[in-house]
């Protein structure tokens, strides 16, 4: 479980973005850091049960690190206000869709994952399979138990039908969308109990098909 530590030192962080202050306090980012690999080893050991690719999988690899790259960004803060990690077959940069986890304070952690920036030709792809059989998407993300817990949605979605496709289509809501991206937020409260593991373990079961879908969808393998 996390510590009351690491939450403070990213409300911290959030106060201070910048390098002076960083590294008069890297010992309380180290244990903060510390303390993050622990819940994420914890986390990828329970996953790796169910998701059998992860079974040689680094938490290291899975993590993200706390600097940002601001060669193209508008925003030059060097440091991100949260800690991260993705969880896929050898780590954050598998290539794959993965369980990606976000620890923030102020009510903001959430474990999420599903279409994100996909490429042209995996929108292609998914926009293809709906219109061509659109039933094991929608008894995937219309299941009860993700619906109930996966209760947010992300992406960007057209204001207009995609191209190819007419209004009159019986599933064009879900052919807008360009990312398809599910979230469940976790309480301050929740992310500091000792239940925080299971309750990560238990959102990514219930996601895992989805992400399945996805994955042998977009890279024609069974994960």
Request: net charge neutral; charged share 25%.
């Amino acid at each position: 479980m996390l510590t009351h530590h690491s939450h403070q030192f990213l409300k911290n962080l959030e106060l201070n973005y910048n390098r002076e202050w960083f590294h008069a306090n890297k010992e309380d980012y180290d244990l903060a850091k510390e303390d993050f690999e622990n819940l994420c080893q914890m986390v990828l050991a329970e996953i790796s049960k169910f998701q059998e690719n992860l079974l040689d999988t680094l938490v290291k690899s899975c993590i993200f690190k706390i600097n940002r790259d601001t060669r193209f960004s508008v925003d030059k803060s060097p440091y991100k206000n949260h800690l991260s990690a993705a969880f896929g077959p050898g780590g954050r940069k598998s290539g794959k869709v993965d369980f990606y986890l976000h620890i923030q304070p102020n009510e903001k952690s959430f474990l999420g994952g599903g279409m994100w920036f996909p490429t042209s030709t995996q929108l292609t792809s998914f926009r293809q399979e709906i219109d061509y059989s659109p039933h094991l998407l929608k008894s995937i993300i219309e299941e009860k138990n993700l619906k109930s817990y996966f209760n947010e949605i992300h992406g960007e979605k057209l204001k207009k039908n995609p191209k190819g496709y007419s209004a009159e289509h019986p599933n064009i809501e879900l052919l807008k969308y360009k990312e398809l991206f599910f979230i469940h937020r976790f309480t301050d409260e929740e992310t500091l109990n000792k239940t925080f593991v299971a309750k990560v373990v238990n959102g990514c079961r219930i996601l895992k098909p989805y992400l399945d879908y996805l994955n042998n969808l977009f890279y024609s393998e069974i994960n």
